[in-house]
């Protein structure tokens, strides 16, 4: 596509609910990012995938959230057991590619979280 | 722990004046340096991106790295109006690592 999409757009649920955030990226990206950015704050970095490697998971905040991305494309975040702390608006980036230098990345419009 | 760091502002600026926003980074490592520009309610967006030492200009926007001091700043020439958003600050290794932002506001 001609950009991040990302799905759904908003989502209301209750506390102690599971819920799945999709990404897609752009084609031909192999880089994948997602970031959480409560309200007011800076964006926190959760998980990043890379091609076929393992992905770094060094910022996801609890064994409740998990990530995965199925044939190098779409990725799907999934918070298991929501609680309030965890509304905010989830942001997926992508990048043509990982590494040091260059690769700008892009982000999708996002998928805004509230849990009541 | 890698880190980024701006002052979280509001930093006003005149209409027409030059607004100059900062940044620091710890890894000395890091390569690659970028601004994003964030409305509220909207997602960060690509303003300029920079590699190497020096000045990097783009239309009213210049971006200036000096690894040495491990420090990125970002002027904007001319503010105007819609100028008025957060800034975010990135730096890549692997990942990006963003700074909080700095809230900038032209005053009319």
């Known amino acids: 596509g001609a950009g991040v999409s990302q799905s759904p757009s908003n989502k209301v649920t209750e506390k102690g609910k599971d819920v799945e955030l999709r990404c897609d990226p752009i084609s031909g990206h192999t880089a994948l990012y997602w970031y959480r950015q409560s309200l007011g704050q800076g964006l926190e970095f959760l998980i990043y995938?890379?091609?076929?490697?393992?992905?770094?998971k060094s910022g996801l905040p609890s064994d409740r959230f998990s990530a995965e991305r199925t044939g190098g494309s779409v990725s799907t975040l999934t918070i298991q057991r929501t609680q309030q702390e965890d509304s905010a608006v989830y942001l997926c980036?992508?990048?043509?590619?990982?590494?040091?230098?260059?690769?700008?990345?892009?982000f999708g419009e996002g998928s805004w979280l509230t849990v009541v | 722990q890698k880190e980024v760091e701006q002052n979280s502002g509001p930093l006003s600026v005149p209409e027409g004046a030059i607004a100059s926003l900062n940044c620091t980074y710890s890894d000395r490592g890091s390569q690659s340096f970028f601004w994003y520009r964030q409305y509220s309610g909207k997602s960060p967006e690509l303003i300029m991106s920079i590699y190497s030492n020096g000045d990097k200009e783009d239309g009213r926007f210049t971006a200036q790295l000096n690894k040495a001091s491990q420090y990125v700043s970002l002027l904007i020439r001319d503010s105007q109006p819609s100028d008025s958003a957060t800034y975010l600050c990135?730096?890549?290794?692997?990942?990006?690592?963003f700074g909080k932002g700095t809230r900038l506001h032209i005053l009319p």
């Open positions: 990135a730096v890549r290794d692997d990942k990006i690592i």
């Open positions: 980036a992508s990048s043509l590619n990982g590494g040091r230098v260059g690769n700008t990345i892009y």
């Open positions: 995938f890379q091609g076929n490697s393992a992905p770094d």
